[in-house]
Protein backbone atom coordinates (compact mmCIF):
# COMPACT_ATOMS: atom_id res chain seq x y z
CA UNK A 1 0.00 0.00 0.00
CA UNK A 2 1.30 3.31 -0.59
CA UNK A 3 1.49 6.14 1.69
CA UNK A 4 -1.33 7.42 3.45
CA UNK A 5 -1.20 10.75 5.69
CA UNK A 6 -4.14 11.66 7.79
CA UNK A 7 -4.52 14.73 9.49
CA UNK A 8 -7.66 15.13 11.35
CA UNK A 9 -8.10 19.01 12.71
CA UNK A 10 -5.58 21.36 12.51
CA UNK A 11 -4.12 23.44 15.32
CA UNK A 12 -7.10 26.20 15.07
CA UNK A 13 -9.17 23.55 15.33
CA UNK A 14 -7.81 21.82 17.81
CA UNK A 15 -5.69 23.59 20.45
CA UNK A 16 -5.66 21.91 23.15
CA UNK A 17 -3.63 17.85 22.01
CA UNK A 18 -1.11 17.07 19.49
CA UNK A 19 -0.84 13.96 18.46
CA UNK A 20 1.18 11.60 15.81
CA UNK A 21 1.67 8.07 14.50
CA UNK A 22 3.72 6.94 12.26
CA UNK A 23 4.52 3.38 10.66
CA UNK A 24 6.29 2.74 7.90
CA UNK A 25 5.11 5.26 5.22
CA UNK A 26 2.34 6.50 7.07
CA UNK A 27 1.57 8.74 9.35
CA UNK A 28 -2.07 9.92 10.92
CA UNK A 29 -1.60 13.38 13.33
CA UNK A 30 -4.60 14.77 15.22
CA UNK A 31 -5.06 18.40 16.87
CA UNK A 32 -7.54 17.67 19.79
CA UNK A 33 -10.66 19.73 20.91
CA UNK A 34 -10.87 18.03 23.89
CA UNK A 35 -14.85 18.26 25.07
CA UNK A 36 -15.44 14.46 26.04
CA UNK A 37 -12.97 13.22 28.23
CA UNK A 38 -10.13 16.18 28.35
CA UNK A 39 -8.14 14.78 30.07
CA UNK A 40 -7.92 10.78 28.97
CA UNK A 41 -8.89 10.99 25.07
CA UNK A 42 -5.88 12.27 23.45
CA UNK A 43 -5.22 10.67 19.91
CA UNK A 44 -4.20 8.47 18.02
CA UNK A 45 -6.33 5.78 19.79
CA UNK A 46 -5.12 1.96 20.00
CA UNK A 47 -6.68 -1.12 20.48
CA UNK A 48 -5.05 -3.48 23.37
CA UNK A 49 -1.72 -4.45 21.31
CA UNK A 50 -1.56 -0.95 19.65
CA UNK A 51 -1.96 -3.07 16.04
CA UNK A 52 -5.06 -0.70 14.98
CA UNK A 53 -5.47 2.70 15.83
CA UNK A 54 -7.66 5.85 14.97
CA UNK A 55 -7.96 9.63 14.78
CA UNK A 56 -11.34 10.92 14.69
CA UNK A 57 -13.06 14.56 14.82
CA UNK A 58 -16.11 14.13 16.01
CA UNK A 59 -18.66 13.35 18.78
CA UNK A 60 -20.52 9.77 19.42
CA UNK A 61 -23.72 10.46 21.09
CA UNK A 62 -24.27 6.26 21.68
CA UNK A 63 -20.69 5.49 22.93
CA UNK A 64 -21.84 4.54 26.23
CA UNK A 65 -24.40 2.15 24.74
CA UNK A 66 -21.50 0.58 22.28
CA UNK A 67 -19.19 0.54 25.18
CA UNK A 68 -21.85 -1.84 27.51
CA UNK A 69 -22.21 -4.16 23.89
CA UNK A 70 -18.17 -5.05 24.62
CA UNK A 71 -18.03 -5.35 27.98
CA UNK A 72 -15.66 -8.48 28.57
CA UNK A 73 -14.36 -7.94 24.82
CA UNK A 74 -12.32 -4.83 24.82
CA UNK A 75 -10.45 -2.77 27.45
CA UNK A 76 -11.22 0.73 26.90
CA UNK A 77 -8.03 2.78 27.95
CA UNK A 78 -9.36 6.34 27.60
CA UNK A 79 -12.77 7.79 28.34
CA UNK A 80 -13.10 9.55 24.37
CA UNK A 81 -16.18 8.74 22.76
CA UNK A 82 -14.57 7.71 19.51
CA UNK A 83 -12.51 4.67 21.42
CA UNK A 84 -15.76 2.79 20.76
CA UNK A 85 -14.94 2.98 16.67
CA UNK A 86 -11.97 0.42 17.24
CA UNK A 87 -13.94 -2.51 18.83
CA UNK A 88 -16.79 -1.87 16.07
CA UNK A 89 -14.17 -2.54 13.82
CA UNK A 90 -12.31 -5.35 14.73
CA UNK A 91 -16.22 -7.04 15.38
CA UNK A 92 -17.89 -6.14 12.46
CA UNK A 93 -15.15 -5.38 9.55
CA UNK A 94 -16.25 -2.14 7.48
CA UNK A 95 -19.75 -2.69 8.43
CA UNK A 96 -20.00 -0.81 11.48
CA UNK A 97 -20.42 2.92 10.30
CA UNK A 98 -24.06 3.12 10.47
CA UNK A 99 -23.88 1.56 14.32
CA UNK A 100 -22.29 5.18 14.97
CA UNK A 101 -25.10 7.97 16.43
CA UNK A 102 -23.45 11.13 15.93
CA UNK A 103 -21.01 13.59 13.87
CA UNK A 104 -17.74 12.45 12.82
CA UNK A 105 -14.97 12.52 10.59
CA UNK A 106 -12.12 9.68 11.05
CA UNK A 107 -9.57 7.40 9.71
CA UNK A 108 -8.85 3.67 10.94
CA UNK A 109 -5.53 1.91 9.80
CA UNK A 110 -4.96 -1.39 10.38
CA UNK A 111 -1.12 -2.32 10.96
CA UNK A 112 -1.83 -6.24 10.59
CA UNK A 113 -2.71 -6.09 7.00
CA UNK A 114 -1.72 -2.80 6.44
CA UNK A 115 -5.22 -1.08 5.33
CA UNK A 116 -7.47 2.05 6.24
CA UNK A 117 -10.76 2.56 6.47
CA UNK A 118 -11.98 6.23 6.40
CA UNK A 119 -15.71 7.97 6.63
CA UNK A 120 -17.49 10.75 7.22
CA UNK A 121 -20.72 11.19 8.98
CA UNK A 122 -24.33 11.16 6.87
CA UNK A 123 -24.90 14.81 6.33
CA UNK A 124 -21.07 16.31 6.20
CA UNK A 125 -21.53 18.00 9.32
CA UNK A 126 -17.79 17.26 9.88
CA UNK A 127 -15.95 18.75 7.45
CA UNK A 128 -13.37 15.93 5.54
CA UNK A 129 -11.34 15.77 2.16
CA UNK A 130 -9.28 13.30 0.14
CA UNK A 131 -6.30 13.93 -2.22
CA UNK A 132 -3.65 12.21 -3.89
CA UNK A 133 0.29 13.04 -4.12
CA UNK A 134 1.73 12.72 -7.53
CA UNK A 135 3.91 9.55 -5.57
CA UNK A 136 0.81 7.67 -4.75
CA UNK A 137 0.06 8.68 -1.67
CA UNK A 138 -3.42 9.19 -0.26
CA UNK A 139 -4.25 12.48 1.52
CA UNK A 140 -7.37 12.29 4.20
CA UNK A 141 -7.59 15.87 5.94
CA UNK A 142 -10.36 18.03 8.25
CA UNK A 143 -9.77 21.03 5.76
CA UNK A 144 -8.34 21.35 1.94
CA UNK A 145 -5.68 23.85 3.54
CA UNK A 146 -3.47 20.52 4.68
CA UNK A 147 -3.82 19.12 0.86
CA UNK A 148 -3.43 21.83 -1.54
CA UNK A 149 0.17 22.23 -1.08
CA UNK A 150 1.07 18.16 -1.47
CA UNK A 151 -1.54 16.66 -3.41
CA UNK A 152 -2.25 16.60 -7.72
CA UNK A 153 -5.45 16.52 -7.35
CA UNK A 154 -7.74 16.51 -4.17
CA UNK A 155 -11.49 16.89 -3.70
CA UNK A 156 -14.17 16.64 -0.95
CA UNK A 157 -14.69 13.45 0.80
CA UNK A 158 -18.50 12.86 0.26
CA UNK A 159 -20.78 12.60 2.84
CA UNK A 160 -22.00 9.42 4.28
CA UNK A 161 -19.22 7.37 2.28
CA UNK A 162 -16.70 5.15 3.73
CA UNK A 163 -13.15 4.98 1.64
CA UNK A 164 -11.48 1.90 1.81
CA UNK A 165 -7.84 0.73 0.48
CA UNK A 166 -9.08 -3.07 0.54
CA UNK A 167 -11.81 -2.39 -1.49
CA UNK A 168 -10.04 0.98 -3.52
CA UNK A 169 -12.64 3.51 -3.39
CA UNK A 170 -15.35 4.81 -1.98
CA UNK A 171 -18.90 3.29 -0.81
CA UNK A 172 -22.46 4.93 0.57
CA UNK A 173 -22.56 3.93 4.35
CA UNK A 174 -25.49 6.28 4.59
CA UNK A 175 -28.42 4.91 2.55
CA UNK A 176 -32.01 6.41 4.25
CA UNK A 177 -35.22 5.93 2.13
CA UNK A 178 -35.67 9.75 1.36
CA UNK A 179 -32.17 9.70 -0.55
CA UNK A 180 -34.21 8.36 -3.26
CA UNK A 181 -36.86 11.28 -3.59
CA UNK A 182 -39.62 9.54 -3.62
CA UNK A 183 -42.59 11.39 -1.91
CA UNK A 184 -43.67 9.97 1.59
CA UNK A 185 -47.01 9.74 2.90
CA UNK A 186 -46.44 9.15 6.60
CA UNK A 187 -48.67 10.60 8.33
CA UNK A 188 -47.75 13.96 10.36
CA UNK A 189 -47.66 13.50 14.42
CA UNK A 190 -46.84 16.20 16.18
CA UNK A 191 -45.78 14.55 19.34
CA UNK A 192 -43.47 11.92 17.42
CA UNK A 193 -41.61 15.04 15.92
CA UNK A 194 -41.63 16.60 19.22
CA UNK A 195 -39.93 14.15 20.99
CA UNK A 196 -37.64 13.37 17.83
CA UNK A 197 -35.78 16.77 17.94
CA UNK A 198 -35.90 16.63 22.18
CA UNK A 199 -34.10 13.44 21.99
CA UNK A 200 -31.37 14.89 19.47
CA UNK A 201 -30.87 17.87 22.06
CA UNK A 202 -30.73 16.33 25.12
CA UNK A 203 -27.85 13.81 23.74
CA UNK A 204 -26.03 16.56 22.27
CA UNK A 205 -25.92 17.53 26.12
CA UNK A 206 -22.82 14.96 26.31
CA UNK A 207 -20.10 17.45 27.49
CA UNK A 208 -17.19 18.07 30.14
CA UNK A 209 -16.60 21.63 29.47
CA UNK A 210 -18.53 24.33 29.87
CA UNK A 211 -21.17 25.11 26.57
CA UNK A 212 -23.97 27.16 25.78
CA UNK A 213 -26.27 28.11 22.82
CA UNK A 214 -26.72 30.31 19.93
CA UNK A 215 -29.83 32.63 20.31
CA UNK A 216 -31.00 34.60 17.90
CA UNK A 217 -34.64 35.31 18.44
CA UNK A 218 -35.69 33.11 15.94
CA UNK A 219 -37.91 29.94 15.89
CA UNK A 220 -35.28 27.27 15.16
CA UNK A 221 -32.67 28.57 17.88
CA UNK A 222 -35.13 29.50 20.15
CA UNK A 223 -36.56 25.99 20.13
CA UNK A 224 -33.16 24.68 20.13
CA UNK A 225 -32.54 27.06 23.75
CA UNK A 226 -35.83 26.34 24.74
CA UNK A 227 -35.18 22.16 24.55
CA UNK A 228 -32.15 22.63 26.20
CA UNK A 229 -32.62 24.72 29.10
CA UNK A 230 -36.32 22.49 30.12
CA UNK A 231 -34.18 19.40 30.02
CA UNK A 232 -30.53 20.35 31.33
CA UNK A 233 -31.29 19.76 35.04
CA UNK A 234 -31.20 15.85 34.47
CA UNK A 235 -28.03 15.52 32.38
CA UNK A 236 -24.89 15.11 33.82
CA UNK A 237 -23.63 17.99 32.53
CA UNK A 238 -25.71 19.71 34.52
CA UNK A 239 -23.96 18.08 37.87
CA UNK A 240 -20.82 19.36 36.20
CA UNK A 241 -21.70 23.11 35.62
CA UNK A 242 -24.84 23.76 36.91
CA UNK A 243 -28.35 24.31 35.70
CA UNK A 244 -27.78 27.83 34.30
CA UNK A 245 -27.56 28.14 30.70
CA UNK A 246 -25.53 30.58 28.63
CA UNK A 247 -27.10 32.14 24.92
CA UNK A 248 -25.29 34.29 22.78
CA UNK A 249 -26.11 36.12 19.75
CA UNK A 250 -24.46 38.57 17.60
CA UNK A 251 -25.20 41.93 15.75
CA UNK A 252 -24.57 45.43 14.10
CA UNK A 253 -25.72 47.61 16.81
CA UNK A 254 -29.57 48.55 17.38
CA UNK A 255 -30.31 45.45 15.57
CA UNK A 256 -34.41 44.48 16.31
CA UNK A 257 -33.09 40.71 16.29
CA UNK A 258 -31.11 41.62 18.97
CA UNK A 259 -33.83 43.06 20.82
CA UNK A 260 -35.66 39.36 19.80
CA UNK A 261 -33.02 37.62 21.16
CA UNK A 262 -32.51 39.01 24.35
CA UNK A 263 -37.11 38.50 24.70
CA UNK A 264 -36.54 34.76 24.78
CA UNK A 265 -33.33 34.72 26.75
CA UNK A 266 -35.30 36.73 29.38
CA UNK A 267 -38.28 34.07 29.14
CA UNK A 268 -36.26 31.17 29.14
CA UNK A 269 -34.34 32.65 31.67
CA UNK A 270 -30.69 32.21 30.52
CA UNK A 271 -27.10 34.31 30.84
CA UNK A 272 -27.89 36.30 27.72
CA UNK A 273 -24.64 37.60 26.11
CA UNK A 274 -25.13 39.93 23.58
CA UNK A 275 -22.10 40.78 20.87
CA UNK A 276 -21.83 44.08 18.65
CA UNK A 277 -19.80 44.30 15.14
CA UNK A 278 -19.47 46.96 12.57
CA UNK A 279 -19.38 46.66 8.81
CA UNK A 280 -16.05 47.74 9.08
CA UNK A 281 -14.93 44.81 11.89
CA UNK A 282 -16.62 42.49 9.36
CA UNK A 283 -14.87 43.75 6.03
CA UNK A 284 -11.41 43.45 7.90
CA UNK A 285 -12.07 39.80 8.48
CA UNK A 286 -13.24 38.71 5.19
CA UNK A 287 -9.42 37.52 4.05
CA UNK A 288 -9.53 35.31 7.21
CA UNK A 289 -13.07 34.42 7.04
CA UNK A 290 -12.22 32.52 3.41
CA UNK A 291 -9.20 31.16 4.66
CA UNK A 292 -10.86 29.62 7.23
CA UNK A 293 -14.37 28.43 5.56
CA UNK A 294 -12.54 27.27 1.97
CA UNK A 295 -15.20 29.16 -0.20
CA UNK A 296 -15.96 31.92 -2.46
CA UNK A 297 -19.94 31.25 -2.19
CA UNK A 298 -21.09 34.90 -1.72
CA UNK A 299 -23.91 33.89 0.46
CA UNK A 300 -21.64 31.73 2.75
CA UNK A 301 -19.00 34.02 3.03
CA UNK A 302 -21.36 36.98 3.74
CA UNK A 303 -23.12 34.65 6.78
CA UNK A 304 -19.91 33.06 8.20
CA UNK A 305 -18.46 36.73 8.82
CA UNK A 306 -20.56 37.99 11.72
CA UNK A 307 -20.41 34.06 13.32
CA UNK A 308 -16.39 33.80 12.98
CA UNK A 309 -16.66 37.25 15.29
CA UNK A 310 -18.70 35.68 17.67
CA UNK A 311 -17.04 32.56 18.13
CA UNK A 312 -13.73 34.37 19.19
CA UNK A 313 -16.05 36.47 21.54
CA UNK A 314 -17.50 32.95 23.05
CA UNK A 315 -14.26 30.75 23.10
CA UNK A 316 -12.76 33.89 24.99
CA UNK A 317 -15.62 33.31 27.64
CA UNK A 318 -13.87 29.59 28.48
CA UNK A 319 -16.97 27.87 26.39
CA UNK A 320 -15.58 25.28 24.30
CA UNK A 321 -19.10 23.60 22.69
CA UNK A 322 -22.42 25.30 21.57
CA UNK A 323 -25.62 24.31 20.37
CA UNK A 324 -26.83 25.78 16.83
CA UNK A 325 -30.30 25.50 14.98
CA UNK A 326 -28.66 25.02 11.09
CA UNK A 327 -30.95 22.30 9.23
CA UNK A 328 -34.66 23.17 9.89
CA UNK A 329 -35.01 24.84 6.55
CA UNK A 330 -33.94 22.41 4.83
CA UNK A 331 -35.40 19.54 6.37
CA UNK A 332 -38.86 21.62 6.63
CA UNK A 333 -39.15 23.76 3.55
CA UNK A 334 -38.20 26.56 5.65
CA UNK A 335 -36.84 29.45 2.97
CA UNK A 336 -39.75 31.43 1.86
CA UNK A 337 -39.17 30.42 -2.14
CA UNK A 338 -40.27 27.05 -0.90
CA UNK A 339 -44.01 28.81 -0.83
CA UNK A 340 -43.54 28.61 -4.73
CA UNK A 341 -43.23 24.84 -4.96
CA UNK A 342 -45.87 23.94 -7.39
CA UNK A 343 -47.02 20.83 -5.69
CA UNK A 344 -45.56 18.60 -3.20
CA UNK A 345 -43.52 16.32 -5.48
CA UNK A 346 -41.29 19.36 -5.80
CA UNK A 347 -41.53 20.27 -2.63
CA UNK A 348 -39.95 17.23 -1.07
CA UNK A 349 -37.11 16.82 -4.06
CA UNK A 350 -36.42 20.53 -3.35
CA UNK A 351 -35.69 19.57 0.25
CA UNK A 352 -34.17 16.47 -0.59
CA UNK A 353 -31.51 18.46 -2.82
CA UNK A 354 -31.26 21.21 0.28
CA UNK A 355 -30.03 18.57 2.30
CA UNK A 356 -28.03 16.93 0.24
CA UNK A 357 -26.15 19.91 -0.61
CA UNK A 358 -25.84 21.44 3.28
CA UNK A 359 -21.93 19.73 3.60
CA UNK A 360 -21.09 22.65 1.28
CA UNK A 361 -23.35 25.64 3.08
CA UNK A 362 -24.37 25.63 6.29
CA UNK A 363 -22.59 22.83 7.54
CA UNK A 364 -19.33 24.20 6.22
CA UNK A 365 -20.27 27.54 7.45
CA UNK A 366 -21.45 26.80 10.94
CA UNK A 367 -18.30 24.23 11.51
CA UNK A 368 -15.17 26.13 10.02
CA UNK A 369 -16.48 29.99 11.44
CA UNK A 370 -16.50 28.73 14.60
CA UNK A 371 -13.16 26.36 14.53
CA UNK A 372 -11.42 28.64 13.51
CA UNK A 373 -11.28 29.77 17.02
CA UNK A 374 -11.20 26.08 18.59
CA UNK A 375 -15.38 26.04 19.60
CA UNK A 376 -17.63 23.61 18.52
CA UNK A 377 -21.12 23.64 16.73
CA UNK A 378 -23.48 20.69 17.17
CA UNK A 379 -26.74 20.64 15.62
CA UNK A 380 -29.69 18.71 16.64
CA UNK A 381 -31.70 19.50 13.59
CA UNK A 382 -29.18 17.17 11.57
CA UNK A 383 -29.53 14.50 14.20
CA UNK A 384 -29.77 10.90 11.80
CA UNK A 385 -32.92 9.59 13.97
CA UNK A 386 -34.70 13.60 13.43
CA UNK A 387 -34.02 13.99 9.98
CA UNK A 388 -35.82 9.89 9.16
CA UNK A 389 -38.98 11.79 10.88
CA UNK A 390 -38.53 14.87 8.96
CA UNK A 391 -37.99 13.62 5.70
CA UNK A 392 -40.52 10.46 6.46
CA UNK A 393 -43.74 13.19 6.30
CA UNK A 394 -46.39 13.65 3.90
CA UNK A 395 -44.64 16.58 2.39
CA UNK A 396 -48.04 18.43 2.32
CA UNK A 397 -47.75 19.18 6.33
CA UNK A 398 -44.73 20.97 5.72
CA UNK A 399 -46.24 23.19 2.24
CA UNK A 400 -47.44 26.68 3.02
CA UNK A 401 -50.96 27.03 2.93
CA UNK A 402 -53.17 30.54 3.77
CA UNK A 403 -56.53 28.68 3.91
CA UNK A 404 -55.17 26.46 6.43
CA UNK A 405 -53.44 28.67 8.35
CA UNK A 406 -50.37 27.18 7.83
CA UNK A 407 -46.98 28.97 7.45
CA UNK A 408 -43.73 28.12 7.02
CA UNK A 409 -42.08 25.46 9.52
CA UNK A 410 -45.78 24.93 10.73
CA UNK A 411 -45.60 21.56 11.62
CA UNK A 412 -42.57 22.10 13.65
CA UNK A 413 -44.52 25.05 15.15
CA UNK A 414 -47.60 23.08 16.34
CA UNK A 415 -45.39 20.11 17.11
CA UNK A 416 -43.86 22.82 20.29
CA UNK A 417 -47.35 24.40 20.70
CA UNK A 418 -47.70 23.43 24.00
CA UNK A 419 -50.75 25.35 26.24
CA UNK A 420 -50.19 23.70 30.06
CA UNK A 421 -46.32 23.93 29.64
CA UNK A 422 -44.99 26.31 26.80
CA UNK A 423 -41.49 25.84 25.25
CA UNK A 424 -41.93 29.36 24.18
CA UNK A 425 -44.92 32.35 23.89
CA UNK A 426 -47.17 32.17 21.01
CA UNK A 427 -45.86 35.32 19.61
CA UNK A 428 -42.48 33.77 18.75
CA UNK A 429 -43.56 30.13 18.32
CA UNK A 430 -45.69 31.63 15.18
CA UNK A 431 -43.40 34.84 14.40
CA UNK A 432 -43.59 34.57 10.46
CA UNK A 433 -40.81 34.70 8.02
CA UNK A 434 -41.80 37.71 6.27
CA UNK A 435 -38.85 39.01 3.50
CA UNK A 436 -36.23 37.47 3.27
CA UNK A 437 -32.71 37.90 1.82
CA UNK A 438 -30.78 35.37 2.45
CA UNK A 439 -28.90 35.69 5.70
CA UNK A 440 -28.04 39.65 5.33
CA UNK A 441 -28.44 43.16 5.87
CA UNK A 442 -29.10 46.35 4.46
CA UNK A 443 -25.93 47.58 6.25
CA UNK A 444 -23.73 44.82 6.33
CA UNK A 445 -24.63 43.91 2.63
CA UNK A 446 -24.42 47.75 1.13
CA UNK A 447 -21.19 48.13 2.99
CA UNK A 448 -19.56 44.93 1.61
CA UNK A 449 -20.90 45.76 -1.66
CA UNK A 450 -19.70 49.45 -1.57
CA UNK A 451 -16.78 48.44 -0.32
CA UNK A 452 -16.04 45.60 -3.43
CA UNK A 453 -17.07 48.24 -5.60
CA UNK A 454 -13.98 50.49 -4.90
CA UNK A 455 -12.06 47.31 -5.52
CA UNK A 456 -13.20 45.77 -8.48
CA UNK A 457 -13.15 47.89 -11.51
CA UNK A 458 -15.44 47.84 -14.19
CA UNK A 459 -12.59 46.97 -16.14
CA UNK A 460 -12.08 43.48 -14.14
CA UNK A 461 -15.14 42.54 -14.52
CA UNK A 462 -15.25 42.62 -18.38
CA UNK A 463 -12.45 40.32 -18.45
CA UNK A 464 -14.20 38.16 -15.39
CA UNK A 465 -14.81 35.44 -18.00
CA UNK A 466 -10.95 35.33 -19.15
CA UNK A 467 -9.25 35.47 -15.93
CA UNK A 468 -12.07 33.15 -14.00
CA UNK A 469 -13.22 31.03 -16.91
CA UNK A 470 -14.33 28.10 -14.51
CA UNK A 471 -17.71 29.63 -12.22
CA UNK A 472 -17.12 32.90 -13.59
CA UNK A 473 -18.42 35.97 -10.69
CA UNK A 474 -21.39 37.12 -11.56
CA UNK A 475 -20.84 40.62 -9.54
CA UNK A 476 -18.09 42.24 -7.97
CA UNK A 477 -18.82 41.37 -4.59
CA UNK A 478 -18.18 37.73 -6.42
CA UNK A 479 -14.79 38.63 -7.78
CA UNK A 480 -13.44 40.47 -4.84
CA UNK A 481 -14.06 36.81 -3.05
CA UNK A 482 -12.50 35.12 -5.83
CA UNK A 483 -9.23 36.98 -5.81
CA UNK A 484 -8.67 36.29 -1.94
CA UNK A 485 -9.62 32.70 -2.48
CA UNK A 486 -7.55 32.12 -5.97
CA UNK A 487 -4.48 33.91 -4.00
CA UNK A 488 -4.76 31.34 -1.15
CA UNK A 489 -6.16 28.03 -2.87
CA UNK A 490 -5.05 28.65 -6.40
CA UNK A 491 -5.31 24.84 -7.79
CA UNK A 492 -7.58 23.62 -9.94
CA UNK A 493 -8.85 21.11 -7.60
CA UNK A 494 -9.93 24.00 -4.63
CA UNK A 495 -11.32 26.27 -6.82
CA UNK A 496 -13.90 22.83 -7.76
CA UNK A 497 -14.92 22.16 -4.40
CA UNK A 498 -17.42 25.14 -4.03
CA UNK A 499 -20.67 25.16 -5.47
CA UNK A 500 -21.49 27.63 -8.05
CA UNK A 501 -25.16 28.01 -10.54
CA UNK A 502 -28.42 30.42 -10.21
CA UNK A 503 -29.88 30.31 -6.87
CA UNK A 504 -32.55 32.20 -5.45
CA UNK A 505 -33.04 33.12 -1.75
CA UNK A 506 -30.51 29.78 -1.01
CA UNK A 507 -32.69 27.79 -3.41
CA UNK A 508 -31.41 25.45 -5.67
CA UNK A 509 -31.06 25.88 -9.46
CA UNK A 510 -33.65 23.46 -9.90
CA UNK A 511 -36.01 25.77 -8.04
CA UNK A 512 -35.32 28.90 -10.25
CA UNK A 513 -37.57 27.15 -12.77
CA UNK A 514 -40.44 27.40 -10.51
CA UNK A 515 -41.14 31.04 -11.08
CA UNK A 516 -39.73 32.84 -14.40
CA UNK A 517 -38.88 35.79 -12.97
CA UNK A 518 -36.43 34.12 -10.86
CA UNK A 519 -34.54 33.21 -13.83
CA UNK A 520 -33.50 36.82 -14.40
CA UNK A 521 -31.65 37.63 -11.32
CA UNK A 522 -28.01 37.07 -10.98
CA UNK A 523 -28.37 38.10 -7.11
CA UNK A 524 -28.83 34.93 -4.68
CA UNK A 525 -30.31 37.23 -2.07
CA UNK A 526 -34.25 36.80 -1.67
CA UNK A 527 -35.18 39.96 -2.54
CA UNK A 528 -37.52 38.89 -5.64
CA UNK A 529 -39.43 36.63 -3.00
CA UNK A 530 -42.29 38.40 -1.40
CA UNK A 531 -45.09 36.34 0.12
CA UNK A 532 -47.43 36.53 2.32
CA UNK A 533 -50.45 39.11 2.96
CA UNK A 534 -48.11 41.35 5.36
CA UNK A 535 -44.56 40.51 2.89
CA UNK A 536 -44.73 44.18 1.70
CA UNK A 537 -42.25 46.32 3.40
CA UNK A 538 -41.99 49.87 3.89
CA UNK A 539 -39.42 51.11 2.77
CA UNK A 540 -38.64 54.79 2.53
CA UNK A 541 -36.15 57.34 1.88
CA UNK A 542 -36.19 58.61 5.31
CA UNK A 543 -36.30 55.28 8.06
CA UNK A 544 -37.98 52.12 6.97
CA UNK A 545 -38.51 49.11 9.50
CA UNK A 546 -38.89 45.76 7.20
CA UNK A 547 -39.70 42.55 8.85
CA UNK A 548 -37.06 39.94 7.82
CA UNK A 549 -35.67 36.75 8.77
CA UNK A 550 -32.26 35.18 7.63
CA UNK A 551 -31.73 31.86 6.25
CA UNK A 552 -31.27 30.10 9.10
CA UNK A 553 -28.23 31.88 10.32
CA UNK A 554 -28.84 33.95 13.99
CA UNK A 555 -27.42 36.96 13.93
CA UNK A 556 -29.43 40.27 13.07
CA UNK A 557 -28.51 43.14 11.42
CA UNK A 558 -30.18 46.23 11.28
CA UNK A 559 -28.84 49.87 9.46
CA UNK A 560 -29.57 53.17 9.75
CA UNK A 561 -31.99 53.74 7.26
CA UNK A 562 -34.26 50.09 6.81
CA UNK A 563 -34.32 48.68 10.25
CA UNK A 564 -35.21 44.85 10.03
CA UNK A 565 -37.52 44.49 12.23
CA UNK A 566 -37.96 40.60 12.61
CA UNK A 567 -36.26 37.17 14.13
CA UNK A 568 -33.32 35.14 12.46
CA UNK A 569 -35.31 31.91 11.53
CA UNK A 570 -33.01 29.88 13.78
CA UNK A 571 -29.21 29.35 13.75
CA UNK A 572 -26.90 30.98 15.25
CA UNK A 573 -24.99 33.52 13.39
CA UNK A 574 -25.77 35.82 10.00
CA UNK A 575 -27.76 38.44 9.57
CA UNK A 576 -31.42 39.84 8.85
CA UNK A 577 -32.80 41.98 6.84
CA UNK A 578 -35.67 43.14 4.65
CA UNK A 579 -34.64 43.59 1.09
Same mark, same amino acid.
Given at each position: ????????????????????????????????????????????? %??????????????????????????????????? #???????????????????? *????????????????????????????????????????????????????? $?????????????????????????????????? /???????????????????? *???????????????????????????????????????? $????????? #?????????????????? $????????????????????????????????? $??????????????????????????? /????????? =??? %?????????????? /? *?????????????????????? =????????????? +???????????? =????? =?? %?? *?????????????????????????????????????????????????? /????????????????? %????????????????????????????? +??????????????????????????????????????????????????????????????????
Amino acid at each position: MCGIFAVLGLKHRGPDWSGLYQHEGNFLAQQRLAVVSPLSGDQPL %FNEDRTVVVVANGEIYNHKKIRKQFTGKHTFTTGS #DCEVIIPLYEEYGENFVDML *DGVFAFVLYDTRNNTYVAARDAIGVNPLYIGWGGDGSVWISSEMKALNEDCVR $FEIFPPGHLYSSAAGGFRRWYNPRWFLEQVPATP /YEPLVLREAFEKAVIKRLMT *DVPFGVLLSGGLDSSLVASVTKRHLVKTEAAEKFGTELHS $FVVGLEGSP #DLKAAREVADYLGTIHHE $FHFTVQDGIDAIEEVIYHDETYDVTTIRASTPM $FLMARKIKSLGVKMVLSGEGSDELLGG /YLYFHFAPN =KEE %FHKETCRKVKALHQ /Y *DCLRANKATSAWGLEVRVPFLD =KEFIDVAMSMDPE +WKMYNKNLGRIE =KWVMR =KA %FD *DEENPYLPKHILYRQKEQFSDGVGYNWIDGLKAFTEQQVTDEMMNNAAQL /YPYNTPVNKEAYYYRMI %FERLFPQDSARETVPWGPSIACSTPAAIE +WVEQWKASNDPSGRFISSHDSAAADHTAGGAQAQAHANGNGVAVANGHAAANGAVNGNEVAVAIAV
